[in-house]
């Protein structure tokens, strides 16, 4: 019984990894356009925040750091330094959110914005909290 509830919270996750990281590269697809006609999609990035239960948090980072956008305005600007910047496939790792001391999935996707340049990079925090653990 105690297997059978692991492997179902395992595949629950992972769906929930593989459903936000489809939509990491479909709001990536949407910075780049949106970008190039010299826009910025807020409207869909805060929509996108309203509506999903999973994001704990939604940054666009320059390769410099700087949080261009964030859903958490006090963060905007802020300087981070993460490995996954600058990083031309997407990623994914295991950390815990600061905020909450919770764990959960950091998706990045890489944003060709900047021709010639390093990508800017969308990092989406996951959290499992959906999932009932036992």
């Known amino acids: 019984?105690?297997?059978?509830?692991?492997?179902?919270?395992?595949?629950?996750?992972?769906?929930?990894?593989?459903?936000?990281?489809?939509?990491?590269?479909?709001?990536?697809?949407?910075?780049?356009?949106?970008?190039?006609?010299?826009?910025?999609?807020?409207?869909?990035?805060?929509?996108?925040?309203?509506?999903?239960?999973?994001?704990?948090?939604?940054?666009i980072v320059k390769p410099t750091g700087e949080i261009f956008f964030a859903d958490d305005l006090s963060m905007w600007r802020k300087i981070i330094k993460d490995p996954f910047l600058g990083r031309e496939i997407p990623l994914d790792r295991n950390t815990i959110d600061p905020l909450t001391n919770k764990k959960i999935k950091l998706i990045s996707h890489p944003l060709k914005i900047e021709i010639g340049e390093k990508p800017w990079t969308l990092f989406l925090g996951i959290s499992f909290d959906s999932i009932a653990y036992s």
């Open 1 to 59: 019984m105690i297997f059978s509830i692991k492997k179902q919270t395992q595949i629950l996750e992972k769906t929930i990894i593989d459903k936000n990281k489809l939509l990491a590269e479909i709001l990536s697809t949407n910075v780049e356009s949106h970008y190039l006609v010299q826009s910025f999609p807020f409207e869909i990035l805060t929509k996108v925040l309203r509506e999903s239960e999973d994001i704990v948090f939604l940054w």
